[in-house]
C-alpha cells in the first residue's frame, strides 16, 4: 500500500493521476455526447424513439435533406456574416482598445476593467440590453446615429430582414470586445520595451513600429484571439432569441440557432444533429489552426 502511495505522490505518479482524471473527464462530459450526437445524424430520431438506442438508421439522409432545403443557403450566409462580421469588429476594436490602453494615463486600469464587465455578463441579459438599444421606435443607436447625422429617420433593426443579422453581430461585437483585448493585451505587454526604444532612435515613426515590431511579434497571439473567435462566435446563442428570434423569415437565422429550431421546435432531433455536425467541422479546423499558432509559444 505504502509503495502505491509512493508512486503517486511522486512527481510522475500525481502527474499520471491528474492527465488520468482529466481524461476520465473529458470523456464522460465531452467524449460521449458527441459520440452521441454523431450517431443521431446517420438515424432517424424524433420524440417517439429519442428515449430508446433502437432507431432506423438513415445513412446520409439526414444530411442531404438539410442540405436541400429552402433555407439552407440564407443560414449559410447569415452565419458567414455574423461570423467574419463578428471576429472582425472584436478583433479591430479589441486591438485598438489594447494598444489605447498600453499607454500609461491615470486611471487606465479602472477603465480597462470597465470594458470586461460586459464578457462576465450572461449572454441572455446582454440580449435584453441590445433589445432595447437596437429598437425601431425608441433604441439608444437609432438616436445617436440621428445626432451625428448619419440617418436621418428610424431604422427598425430587429424587423428588417435587410439589418436583422446585423443588430446581433453588433450585440456580438460588443459582448467578446473585452475577451479580444485582454488576450491582445497580454500579447503587447510581452514584447520587449527596448525594441520601440531603439526603433525610435533609428528615426522610425508610429505605423513603421507597428508595422515591423508589433505585428510581427504578434502573430502567434493573433492567430490565437482569431481561432478563439472563430469558435466562441458558433457557439453563440443567447443573443438570437433574445433579439431577433431568427426572423423575420429566417434573415437572422444561423446554423447554431437552426440547429435549435430542428431540435426544440419541430422535435426533429436527427436533423438538428446533423447541423451541429456540420459546424463541428468549422470548429475542428478552428481548433486546429488555435494549436498550430500557439505550438511554438509551448515549445519555448
Do not use: C
Amino acid at each position: 500500500m505504502r509503495r502505491i502511495v509512493s508512486s503517486i505522490t511522486d512527481g510522475i505518479g500525481f502527474d499520471i493521476l491528474l492527465v488520468g482524471l482529466a481524461m476520465v473527464f473529458l470523456v464522460a462530459l465531452a467524449g460521449l455526447p458527441l459520440v452521441y450526437n454523431v450517431m443521431m445524424s446517420f438515424q432517424q430520431v424524433d420524440m417517439f424513439n429519442l428515449n430508446t438506442l433502437s432507431r432506423p438508421f438513415a445513412g446520409m439522409e439526414n444530411y442531404r435533406e438539410v442540405t436541400t432545403q429552402p433555407e439552407f443557403w440564407l443560414v449559410m450566409k447569415n452565419t458567414a456574416i455574423f461570423v467574419f462580421g463578428s471576429i472582425g469588429g472584436q478583433f479591430a476594436l479589441g486591438f485598438a482598445l489594447a494598444l489605447f490602453f498600453m499607454a500609461r494615463f491615470p486611471f487606465a486600469a479602472t477603465i480597462r476593467g470597465v470594458f470586461l464587465v460586459s464578457w462576465v455578463m450572461p449572454g441572455l441579459v446582454v440580449g435584453a440590453l441590445w433589445a432595447f438599444i437596437l429598437a425601431g421606435d425608441y433604441g439608444i443607436l437609432n438616436e445617436m446615429l440621428k445626432g451625428l447625422g448619419l440617418i436621418d429617420q428610424s431604422l427598425f433593426w430587429k424587423s428588417d430582414p435587410r439589418l436583422s443579422i446585423w443588430a446581433v453581430t453588433i450585440a456580438n461585437i460588443w459582448l467578446g470586445l473585452a475577451f479580444n483585448m485582454m488576450l491582445l493585451s497580454v500579447g503587447l505587454a510581452a514584447i520587449p520595451r527596448d525594441l520601440y526604444e531603439a526603433a525610435e532612435l533609428d528615426g522610425a515613426n508610429g505605423w513603421q513600429r507597428f508595422s515591423t515590431i508589433t505585428l510581427p511579434m504578434m502573430r502567434s497571439t493573433v492567430g490565437a484571439v482569431l481561432a478563439l473567435g472563430l469558435i466562441y462566435t458558433l457557439q453563440q446563442f443567447d443573443l438570437f432569441p433574445a433579439i431577433t428570434e431568427g426572423g423575420p423569415a429566417n434573415s437572422s437565422t444561423v446554423a447554431q440557432y437552426w440547429a435549435w429550431q430542428w431540435s426544440f421546435q419541430l422535435f426533429d432531433f436527427a436533423k438538428g444533429a446533423t447541423v451541429s455536425v456540420m459546424m463541428l467541422v468549422f470548429v475542428l479546423i478552428a481548433s486546429f489552426v488555435y494549436v498550430r499558432s500557439t505550438r511554438h509559444e509551448v515549445r519555448g
